[in-house]
């Protein structure tokens, strides 16, 4: 009988991914970046170690939002303080904070805690077509 292969942090092997985000829905460049930055592309995925990849997403102000969602979806941020509620839309956050827009929508697909953090700092978003790790030569992805 075989036992079930269990990854070491210690063992794993990372890449470098770079999805161009170019007139894709936002939520399948999230997904699939949610993915890699998890490693459950891997068949050495395992659940409670970081074993996920790195990742770049290029052109995060061309991301393109299906349906109503520019005008209806909200976006809420809290100061702490009381009246501190902060309500912007879709369309003002593509317009000013696109990098912002991409990252929330990818958090949210991480898990929640010490591991989904960890993941998270393997993101890297940016607005333009241009970024800082061609050094490390990332591969492109295609959604």
């Known amino acids: 009988m075989k036992n079930t292969f269990m990854q070491k942090k210690e063992t794993v092997e990372r890449k470098w991914y770079v999805i161009d985000a170019t ?3 936002l939520g399948r460049v999230a997904t699939k970046a949610a993915h890699v930055l998890r490693g459950k592309h891997k068949v050495t995925f395992t659940p409670h170690v970081d074993c996920g990849d790195y990742v770049i997403i290029t052109n995060a102000s061309k991301v393109k939002l299906t349906g109503n969602k520019l005008n ?72």
């Open 72 to 143: 209806d979806k909200m976006y809420y941020d809290h100061s702490g303080y009381p009246g501190g509620l902060r309500e912007r839309n879709a369309k003002e956050m593509v317009e000013k904070y696109p990098v912002e827009m991409v990252e929330r929508a990818v958090k949210g697909m991480l898990p929640n805690g010490r591991l989904g953090r960890q993941m998270y700092k393997k993101l890297f978003v940016y607005a333009g077509e241009e970024h800082n790790q061609q050094a490390q030569k990332p591969e492109k992805m295609s959604i």
């Open 23 to 25: 007139d894709l829905p």
